[in-house]
């Protein structure tokens, strides 16, 4: 049953994303003497798809400080990692577009820094599991800060309202930004629809990990035990 | 779209779905290791 639903977002996935990069291809070159700005039907959805991991991992290890089950610890660090992936590929396009735009790879205004130190958090996150082998001590100390990191988040989502620095200032609609010609906005949010799914698929096949890793921890105490 | 301006989008592009596909090659390997890890202990314990 979870195969099938894999296999089906799976499709979906690469369906999506021919049909969303056919119609991004149509898009005019330029829009208001904006250069290269079709990084940004990447850049936004990856950032927003992160984002989207880092507050669902919240939630799930808030669940799993109230209940103890630590199932919600394996499901909040499996969504945590495919959420760095994007953090990861959110900076980096963006300093490629910064590259284009400003002619600099990096600038240390608070837009940017705020996310680079959002991103080091989450990898200190992953880090710190490893480090840890009490699954209890490891997913207590995850949840804390998983709560942590979350606050970044919010930070890095409202900085870009809140400073007027290089990075450009919100332009989505929903943000009240209302920057983007009609018909140039959509494709945002199915490229984002298109990293939810794929999000997806990554953090089920590394929450199969997981329990194969509490399996093998589970067959060695037994081996122990004999 | 120039040609210097469709360099940048390329690049762009291809980066985040190079994160993604290091992000997949590393999964895939950690399964088949979790996999061949999963498959000793088996044996570890039917020989005991």
């Not at chain 1, 989207?52 to 669940?63: D, K, M, N, R």
């Not at chain 1, 209940?67 to 959420?83: P, Q």
């Not at chain 1, 959110?90 to 705020?114: C, E, H, K, P, V």
């Not at chain 2, 994160?19 to 895939?28: G, N």
Request: glycine share 8%; proline share 3%.
């Amino acid at each position: 049953m979870r195969q099938n639903i894999l296999y089906l977002l799976a499709a979906a996935v690469v369906g999506l994303l021919i049909w969303n990069m056919n119609t991004i291809a149509g898009l005019p070159a330029q829009v208001e003497n904006v250069g290269a700005y079709k990084i940004i039907y990447f850049h936004v959805p990856a950032a927003l798809a992160a984002f989207t991991g880092f507050y669902v991992a919240l939630f799930s290890s808030l669940i799993y400080l109230k209940t103890g089950n630590l199932k919600y610890d394996a499901f909040a660090a499996a969504v945590t990692e495919v959420g760095l992936a994007f953090a990861t590929a959110n900076i980096l396009s963006g300093m490629i577009w910064g590259r284009f735009a400003w002619g600099i790879w990096w600038t240390w205004d608070a837009r940017l820094t705020s996310m680079l130190v959002c991103l080091l958090m989450y990898y200190g996150y992953v880090m710190m599991r490893q480090a840890i082998v009490d699954p209890s001590q490891r997913a207590r100390l995850s949840a804390v800060l998983s709560i942590l990191g979350s606050a970044g988040v919010a930070f890095v989502y409202q900085s870009i309202a809140w400073y007027r620095t290089q990075h450009p200032s919100p332009v989505l609609g929903f943000r009240g930004g209302g920057g983007m010609s009609p018909g140039l906005e959509p494709p945002i949010y199915w490229n984002y629809l298109v990293f939810l799914c794929l999000g997806a698929i990554l953090a089920s096949v590394r929450m199969r990990q997981g329990e194969f890793a509490t399996e093998i921890d589970s067959l060695r105490r037994q081996a122990h035990s004999h | 779209m120039d040609a210097r301006e469709f360099q940048f989008v390329f690049y762009g592009l291809l980066t985040v779905w190079l994160v993604i596909t290091v992000y997949v090659i590393t999964l895939a390997r950690r399964e088949r290791h979790l996999r061949q890890e999963l498959d000793r202990v088996k044996r570890m314990i039917e020989k005991s």
